[in-house]
């Protein structure tokens, strides 16, 4: 059984940095796309971004386009998250998933497998 594990959330000043690693268990990580998103409270979670199984293409909400980057490391089973610019406003938990799909969906319920989430606070 495949489980993912997010890390490297914290407390971070607006316009700081922050990067989330999400490490997969299982020897099938290079064979599915993976995405990231995000919950804030009393709001629904939202995509923030995806790549494909060999990171040849990535796709971003608008809401982050230009601040984050998504990769993967498929040699250590890792998809990142760097996020620049941090503004309150992207204040979540932070959620990797695994759709079932080498391409990269867009929509939550393409998502089959999902880590537990990890805190991102962004003061002002």
């Known amino acids: 059984q495949v489980q993912l594990v997010e890390s490297g959330g914290g407390l971070v000043q607006a316009g700081g940095s922050l990067r989330l690693s999400c490490a997969a268990s299982g020897r099938t990580f290079s064979s599915y796309a993976m995405g990231w998103f995000r919950q804030a409270p009393g709001k629904e979670r939202e995509f923030v971004a995806a790549?494909?199984?060999?990171?040849?293409?990535?796709y971003y909400a608008d809401s982050v386009k230009g601040r984050f980057t998504i990769s993967r490391d498929n040699a250590k089973n890792t998809v990142y998250l760097q996020m620049n610019s941090l503004k309150p406003e992207d204040t979540a938990v932070y959620y990797c998933?695994?759709?079932?799909?080498?391409?990269?969906?867009?929509?939550?319920?393409?998502?089959?497998?999902w880590g537990q989430g990890t805190q991102v606070t962004v003061s002002s």
């Open positions: 790549i494909s199984w060999s990171g040849g293409a990535t």
């Open positions: 998933a695994r759709p079932d799909t080498t391409w990269a969906p867009l929509v939550e319920k393409q998502y089959e497998i």
